[in-house]
């Protein structure tokens, strides 16, 4: 909050105290430099009146005086020139820098929404501040700093004390009457001088003292002369003291602070800091000042002492604040004297010269490290006592007669008393009193020394500074209108500005308001008319001390403000962090305002060298912009912050700022990233350097990097390796892997609850938990994953590089800490791979073999997944806990001078000069830190986040386990729809224990079938074939489809390293297309079974399917000839089929498909074949169609059991293939039952997976639906030439099914796929519904009975004779359900009556004219099950013709209310021919 120690009172009253000259003889000297100090330095500390004093002003009205401070000066002190004031300054900011209590935070203060750490105060502006004000010298325009009285000082010791003080005071004659521009100035012909004779109290005799103290008082009169005795502690006491650390020291806040000879400032140190600009890989443009060439030799001043001041032709500093020969310091109006125009002392000699040392006991030094060690508490309070008598007995009456002189001379010049000096100017007539010639004829005169305005000027001064300050307004108010008059800018600028502030020290006792307007103009004055910095910057110091006193701090930084040059950049820098913290300070604190000011500050001290300084206002800025969006500041912010700090060997903040130019949010370009880039890892690299080269040793812990951003929680672990690629025609089974879609894994998690239960006898273990091989985010991670040893364990990392430059990371390794199981009472030790000992990492690699990738390129704005494996070789707990790289940029190449050896913590260098390219990178790490899912059960949890446990990367090693490795051989990618594969399949053992128990379960049984004889060869056909044409037979089809399959394994155990075969064959879908297949294979640990008892294996296969046959198939009841005697029904069925194939040029395609064999396989049926093709008939090319008839019979003798099917093979061409046995007969198995959907299967007992029968109208009409079931399968056997694009041919077969299920209805080989149903709008309101009654099928009521007439076809009748023909018909009706029904037999027009035909208002004519039913129109029966009834009618013609008799009605029921009868549908017609013949 920028307070300073002192008051704006307090200070103002310092900077224009009564300055009193002291001139010491040697011997004085030698007796105060036994405390370290001179005479000066001695008396500082007690300078400041602790009680009240009083005086009287020319009025003779009394004013108390409090605290009056009087300043010290050596007479032959001299101001140093220009630039080396600047170097003190410089120095004297340096020294002071910001101490913060360690573990403190400061001064935080909250603005709005900033918690802003603020320095409580800014000593190194006071110290700027009190080195500008001592170094600044007395101008002829004022008498502030000129000296009122001297101060002659002389030894006890001296031989003649009086005859020396009078050479003394001969010396100041002589020097202020002859060497008037030398310094000091004087205030009056007449000062005050003032005798004191020191006396050593140890050493020298109290009575010579004594005597030589009264002949001073009888020489120099008693209010002159003063007797100081100091040293009352010998320096035998001294050296026998312990030093004591608060021993109090009055005077250490009064020295100079010097920089000893030989260490230099880290301003201008920039050559030995070893991090120079120059080292960096890239030159930024940020304001920068170079410094190399401008380093300040002070080794050569080593050698002198105090005499270095006459040391005046020596050269002009080299420093990188050296000014030109033309400063506004060595202007003519300032008075300088001649010797010191346009020359400079040493920086020792200077700095000598202030500090007021002498060359007592200077081989000594240090030994004594404390001031003031021979003066005792009354030596002090003696030195108070000299001081107040000085002030009260000497100067202030001495001031009061000075004053009086004053008035009295100007009143009597007036000859007027309408007040003070009113008429002035007019008696002397225009400008008499000033000369002709003036320094700057546009800007200022120069008086006489006796001019009435020098005279009022100097009465004014008096005045201030003895606190006269209402009698020096009014006095400096007069001036000032004098000099405006007489355009004198210089001293109405100096009127102006000591009247405003003896208006400001009056404080409330003042009537007038503090004219800050006086202040503003004379600040004006001083810079434009007068050009005179120096006096405008100390006008601007405590003008903006008087206004930030009266809360106006806007106005104050203005001010501060307004004094911006490119004159000096160090009083620019302080300059701008005053008014900064003047925005900090108002009511309504402007934080951007402070921060901005705070910026300008920190660049004009980077450019003055006070690199510190400069490190803390860039600091104190980026509280502001920091995370506020102002992305591009706050990089220039940090960029600022690296380089000073590294400049400033702060190497590790360096590498925190740098840190933060690598960040996702970046605005920067590309250039200007790779830039950021190198230099941090160029400094980043010397910190670690640096970090080991002061430990002796190479750290045991790797650096964390913040580059490339790792994403923890994509992190993914698998607890396997990558699965082999195919070799041929070879594959190998997929596996798990990392871009496994998560929409698949119920399917997987399904099948493994399958087999579990098939293992378990139909049941899940109680504490059964599905087992994951690949851990992520999206997985359940609250228990260990459990790997093997000898198993390799892949982690998945996911960098991504925020910056739009690429990254270069080379030696990539996963850092892991296990603990092993040991069986001892002994506690484990706790290994890591993290250790830079080689014994340590020798004994990590033969613990868990880690994998190294050489090199990774992350591209700009790139995010890339990285797999790296692990191969545990003990059993324990392996934690995996972060990765460690070396990070370097694409281009890393640039001039840089060797930073110590290679090693673990950077790259090789060569070479030792600037000279060599090097490419630098770091070795470090970054952790992997997953995050568990968010807990939202409980209401804690609801209310708060809370994060379960993840613990992916915490894996438990077990002992070995058997490793099954499944190989397919001749596994196709491309199938024909219905095509048949045979694949061979290899199962090796690759663990070190045996394996039992093994199974396969998938998600598709259907196809694909497993060889039951794992030992049987097959030949190059796919199917059984025979020569003989052997009769159908008869297979047990008793074979349930299961998701879950037992494979066999030879004597039970597959043991290491062994290998077994089986056969299997795969059908491509009937549907084209891509199709998966997941197979899921399980085995158990035969040997010692442990936890987990199981392992799972998963092979997942794209197969692809494309169309090849189309087949349909339409089945109808033959026609019974009338003479026919069975009531055994037979049927024709009509079987078409397609090539669907298109022949394409340069693309694989069929180029013929050629019908084998059709196979019946049905229960009741056998098949025959009613046309002949020759095999060239039999030959479909592309989109030819080929149509086969079939006659389908009852069998002769159905089969007994029913679980029997009765194959019947049609060979059309070759041998004849076995349609009863594998492969064919498991497909046609698979084919003809409907699986349930893999998420509907049950977790009970398993059972088989095909779905019920049917059963839309219940169980109690199962019976009827009897009726028009025919259940007959067609199995057609195919050969298909398909040709690839090479050109090559090959041969394969297949076979598709067609389930005949009722007459009269096509079915095609295409799996149908009923559109869903759509649903009813959706209510509301509660409605009552009706229940709908349960009927069977229409179709099946209307075929419940079949019925056909016998009859003779030709009849010969004479007409003539007999007018009617009467013809016998047996009407024979067989009932095809397996349930009674009631049949009704209406041979007249009963169809009319039931509205068979639309009312249309015409009479309907009768169907068949010329002949009628003559016999019972009506009968009513009932039929059993499966029982054929006969009845006699009769039909009489009247004229001969061709006539179908078949129109009688057949209207049966299921029900015993015959209310409700259904018409049977009508069979073929029953034609016969009437002839007539002649009698």
């Not at 003809?1232 to 839309?1256: F, G, H, N, Y």
Request: aromatic share 8%; net charge neutral.
């Amino acid at each position: 909050m920028a307070q300073h120690k002192q008051t704006a009172h307090e200070f103002i009253q310092s900077t224009f105290s009564p300055q009193i000259a002291v001139l010491c003889s040697n011997d004085a000297e030698l007796l105060c430099q036994k405390n370290n100090l001179s005479f000066v330095q001695l008396v500082q500390p007690f300078c400041r009146l602790k009680t009240e004093a009083h005086i009287k002003d020319p009025n003779n009205v009394q004013h108390n005086v409090q605290h009056l401070r009087i300043g010290m000066v050596d007479m032959n002190c001299q101001i140093p020139p220009a630039a080396a004031a600047k170097k003190l300054m410089n120095d004297a900011v340096n020294s002071e820098q910001q101490q913060l209590v360690e573990g403190s935070r400061g001064n935080v203060i909250t603005v709005g929404d900033y918690d802003l750490q603020l320095s409580s105060a800014t000593p190194w502006f006071e110290a700027y501040r009190e080195c500008f004000l001592q170094t600044l010298p007395p101008s002829d325009h004022e008498f502030l700093k000129h000296c009122l009285a001297c101060i002659f000082v002389v030894s006890s010791n001296h031989t003649d004390p009086l005859a020396m003080l009078q050479t003394l005071s001969s010396s100041q004659q002589q020097q202020q009457s002859q060497f008037p521009n030398k310094l000091p100035h004087w205030f009056c012909p007449n000062i005050l001088k003032y005798y004191v004779l020191v006396h050593d109290v140890v050493e020298a005799e109290a009575s010579k003292a004594e005597a030589v103290y009264q002949s001073m008082k009888s020489s120099f009169g008693h209010q002159s002369c003063h007797l100081l005795q100091i040293n009352s502690r010998s320096l035998t006491t001294v050296e026998t003291m312990k030093t004591d650390a608060s021993y109090p020291d009055p005077w250490g806040q009064f020295l100079n602070r010097t920089t000893e000879v030989g260490e230099g400032v880290d301003y201008d140190a920039g050559g030995s800091s070893g991090a120079d600009d120059s080292m960096f890989p890239s030159r930024l443009e940020e304001g920068t000042p170079d410094t190399t060439n401008h380093i300040l030799d002070t080794n050569s001043h080593q050698d002198e002492g105090v005499d270095g001041l006459d040391s005046v032709n020596n050269s002009v500093l080299d420093h990188p604040l050296a000014v030109s020969d033309e400063s506004p310091l060595q202007s003519p109006t300032l008075g300088y004297s001649s010797d010191y125009q346009g020359s400079t002392s040493s920086l020792n000699s200077i700095q000598s010269a202030m500090s007021k040392s002498s060359s007592f006991n200077m081989q000594d030094k240090g030994r004594y490290p404390g001031h003031g060690m021979c003066l005792t508490a009354s030596d002090q309070d003696r030195i108070r006592i000299f001081i107040h008598e000085f002030a009260v007995r000497a100067l202030i009456p001495w001031a009061e007669r000075q004053m009086r002189t004053l008035n009295d001379m100007l009143m009597s010049r007036t000859g007027l008393r309408k007040s003070l000096f009113g008429t002035a100017k007019k008696l002397f007539g225009g400008n008499p009193s000033k000369t002709s010639q003036a320094a700057n004829t546009a800007t200022t005169v120069v008086y006489s020394k006796d001019a009435p305005e020098l005279q009022m000027r100097r009465l004014a001064d008096l005045a201030f500074l003895f606190q006269l300050y209402d009698f020096a307004y009014q006095t400096y108010h007069t001036a000032k209108r004098d000099f405006n008059n007489d355009n004198a800018w210089l001293h109405f600028a100096g009127a102006l500005e000591m009247a405003s502030l003896a208006i400001f020290m009056q404080g409330n006792q003042s009537q007038r308001a503090y004219p800050d307007h006086y202040m503003e103009s004379a600040i004006t004055t001083y810079l434009q008319s007068c050009k005179n910095i120096p006096y405008a910057v100390r006008a601007t110091l405590v003008s903006t001390e008087a206004l930030k006193n009266r809360g106006k701090y806007k106005e104050a930084a203005m001010q501060f403000i307004k004094m911006m040059s490119e004159e000096s950049d160090l009083r620019s820098a302080l300059l701008l962090e005053q008014a900064a913290h003047c925005f900090i300070n108002m009511r309504n604190s402007m934080v951007r305002k402070y921060s901005f000011h705070m910026i300008l500050a920190g660049h004009r001290f980077s450019k003055a060298g006070q690199r510190k300084h400069a490190l803390r206002a860039y600091s104190q800025a980026l509280q502001i912009y920091k995370g506020k969006g102002w992305s591009l500041a706050e990089d220039h912010i940090n960029f600022t912050i690296g380089r000073q700090s590294h400049n400033l060997k702060q190497l590790e903040n360096a590498t925190a700022a740098f840190k933060h130019l690598l960040t996702e949010d970046s605005k920067q370009t590309a250039m200007q990233q790779n830039a950021f880039l190198r230099e941090y890892l160029f400094v980043y690299r010397q910190l670690l350097v640096q970090e080991s080269e002061e430990t002796g040793l190479q750290s045991n812990t790797l650096p964390e990097l913040p580059l490339p951003v790792l994403d923890s929680n994509a992190t993914k672990v698998l607890l396997g390796s990558r699965p082999q690629r195919p070799q041929g025609d070879k594959m190998y089974a997929t596996g798990v892997w990392f871009d496994e879609s998560d929409t698949g894994s119920w399917r997987w998690r399904k099948l493994e609850e399958l087999l579990v239960l098939d293992a378990n006898g139909g049941s899940l273990p109680l504490l059964y938990r599905p087992s994951l091989q690949l851990y992520t985010d999206g997985t359940d991670n609250k228990f260990s994953p459990v790997s093997f040893m000898k198993e390799a364990i892949t982690i998945e990392l996911y960098l991504v590089n925020p910056l739009k430059v690429a990254l270069t990371l080379t030696d990539v390794m996963l850092l892991w800490s296990f603990l092993p199981n040991i069986c001892s009472h002994e506690k484990p030790q706790l290994i890591t791979n993290e250790q830079m000992v080689t014994a340590k990492n020798n004994l990590a690699d033969e613990i868990v073999h880690g994998q190294v990738v050489k090199e990774i390129v992350l591209q700009g704005n790139d995010r890339l997944p990285v797999q790296m494996t692990l191969t545990p070789q003990q059993m324990g707990e392996l934690r995996i806990y972060g990765i460690t790289y070396n990070l370097g940029s694409a281009s890393t190449t640039f001039m840089a001078p060797s930073q110590g050896p290679s090693g673990p913590l950077g790259g090789a260098v060569m070479g030792s000069k600037a000279s060599y390219v090097s490419t630098v990178y770091v070795r470090g790490k970054q952790k992997i830190e997953v995050q568990g899912p968010r807990l939202n059960n409980k209401k804690e949890e609801m209310a708060s986040k809370v994060y379960g446990p993840d613990r992916r990367l915490d894996l438990t090693i077990h002992e070995q386990m058997p490793l099954l490795e499944v190989s397919f051989v001749d596994f196709p990618k491309t199938l024909l729809c219905g095509e048949v594969h045979p694949v061979t399949v290899y199962f090796t053992n690759k663990g070190s224990s045996p394996l039992h128990k093994l199974k396969v379960a998938s998600s598709n049984p259907k196809c694909f079938v497993i060889g039951q004889n794992i030992d049987k060869q097959h030949s190059n056909s796919v199917y059984d074939m025979t020569d003989t044409s052997s009769d159908s037979i008869s297979v047990n089809c008793d074979v349930s489809v299961k998701r879950v399959i037992d494979i066999e394994i030879p004597e039970g155990t597959l043991h290491s390293n062994s290998t077994m075969s089986i056969q299997l064959w795969i059908r491509g879908n009937d549907i084209g297309g891509n199709h998966q297949v997941d197979f899921l294979f399980y085995y158990e640990l035969a040997e010692n079974p442990q936890k987990p008892k199981y392992r799972l294996l998963r092979h997942s296969v794209l197969v692809n399917t494309v169309e090849s046959l189309s087949v349909r198939a339409v089945a109808q009841k033959a026609c019974r000839h009338s003479k026919e005697l069975s009531s055994k029904g037979q049927f024709l069925i009509s079987c078409e089929m397609e090539n669907l194939s298109q022949q394409q040029s340069g693309r694989a395609h069929v180029s013929e498909i050629r019908v084998q064999q059709i196979s019946c396989a049905s229960k009741r049926w056998t098949i025959h074949s009613l046309t002949s093709h020759s095999e060239k008939e039999t030959c479909m090319g592309s989109r030819e169609l080929l149509q086969v008839c079939l006659k389908a019979s009852l069998l002769k003798k159905e089969n007994p059991s029913n679980c029997d099917v009765t194959f019947t093979d049609l060979t059309l061409h070759g041998k004849k293939i076995l349609s009863g046995k594998t492969p064919c007969l498991d497909f046609y198995e698979r084919a003809r039952v409907k699986l349930k959907q893999l998420d509907e299967e049950s977790s009970q007992a398993q059972t088989p997976s095909q779905m019920p029968p049917s059963k839309d109208r219940g169980d109690q009409f199962e019976s009827l639906n009897s009726a028009i079931q025919l259940g007959m399968s067609l199995i057609i056997l195919w050969q298909a030439h398909v040709v690839d694009g090479d050109g090559m041919e090959r041969v394969c077969v297949g076979q598709h099914h067609v389930t005949v299920e009722k007459p009269d209805s096509i079915f095609t080989s295409y799996p149908y796929i009923l559109a869903p149903k759509e649903s009813g709008p959706v209510r509301f309101v509660k409605e009552e519904v009706a229940e709908e009654e349960k009927k069977p099928d229409f179709e099946v009521l209307t075929q419940l009975v079949s019925y056909s007439l016998q009859h003779q076809t030709e009849i010969n009748n004479c007409f003539h004779k007999c007018r009617l023909c009467c013809v016998h018909v047996t009407l024979v009706l067989h009932n095809e359900a397996d349930a009674d029904v009631t049949v009704l037999v209406d041979t007249s027009k009963a169809q009319l009556r039931l509205n068979e035909y639309p009312d249309t208002g015409q009479t309907a004519e009768s169907p068949a004219g010329g002949f009628s039913w003559t016999s019972q129109t009506l009968k009513q029966f009932k039929l059993s099950s499966k029982q054929t009834e006969r009845i006699s009618l009769s039909v009489s013609f009247s004229k001969p013709g061709v006539y179908n008799i078949n129109n009688l009605a057949v209207f049966v029921s299921y029900q015993h209310d015959t209310a409700e009868m259904t018409l049977q549908k009508q069979t073929k017609p029953s034609v016969i021919t009437i002839r007539d013949v002649p009698s």
